[in-house]
């Protein structure tokens, strides 16, 4: 028995070690400079309590981080879940063949880097880019210093980039959900006169539910995580209208002199919010289950 307990501690040290240093040290590190006054030159620390988080709701760019992270978050993820679940049940429905080269195509935005299709579609967005060319083809109107220079059009742009790149990740999610599903409760639909929308609506809907749960969660964590595609192509502009909570972070850590514990401080928050949002939906999903 106590060999058997060595062995298992063993096998397990080359993990613990790692969530150790790289996780819940970070993790506890970042709670404290949550709470103090930190100097970053002099890496010197002063216990302040919670004035931290106290300044966080009273400073305007914090909120201002927050509204734009709710709107991407609540714009980009039932956009993202109602496009992937519909190519999903496209690609199901084509030939073999074709489904196997639509399920690599769409799946290929996801597995590439996004610094580089964040570079791609600031040319896109750019005054001469594509989007603006075809705008005025089809005589549409468009911002004319470019869309990433606009303020009412700059996080919509980052929005509609977003989707495109996670829509075909999550299909892949739904396919495999689908596919668990037994053929023969489709064929008793057909028996008793069910159309496909009907089987798609009373079947396969409620049999997708923990797969719908799984992305909805995943995809709302992911979205109010939004950095690198704000960081490539806008930096927080223009005059903050792309600025999103994890950007703040980043922009009080490393471009404020020391604000390394307000930095904290809003990470924290970041993670409390996380954690109720999460909570709720698992929640009220499972509920309908």
Known sequence: MRKQTVYTWTLLAPWLVTFVIFWLYPLAYALLLSLSDYETLTNRMTFIG????????????????????????????????????????????????????????????????????????TNLYARDGYVNVICAMMGIGYPADGWLLHPGTALPAIMAMDVWISAGYYMVLFLAGMESISADIYESAELVGASRWQQFRRLT???????????????????????????IMTKGGPLGATSTLVYEVYHQAFEQSDSMGYASAIAYLIFIILMAVSLIQLRILKGKA
């Open 50 to 121: 919670l004035d931290n988080y106290r300044q966080a709701f009273q400073d305007k760019d914090f909120w201002n981080a927050m509204t734009n992270t709710v709107i991407f978050t609540f714009g980009t993820v039932p956009i993202t879940t109602a496009l992937a679940i519909a190519l999903a049940v496209a690609v199901r429905q084509s030939t073999p063949r074709l489904a196997s080269f639509f399920r690599a195509s769409f799946f290929l935005p996801s597995v590439t880097s996004l610094v580089v299709i964040a570079l791609v579609f």
């Open 205 to 231: 809907l409620p049999m997708l539910r923990p797969t719908l749960l799984f992305v909805v969660v995943i995809n709302s964590i992911k979205s109010f995580q939004i950095f690198v595609e704000v960081y």
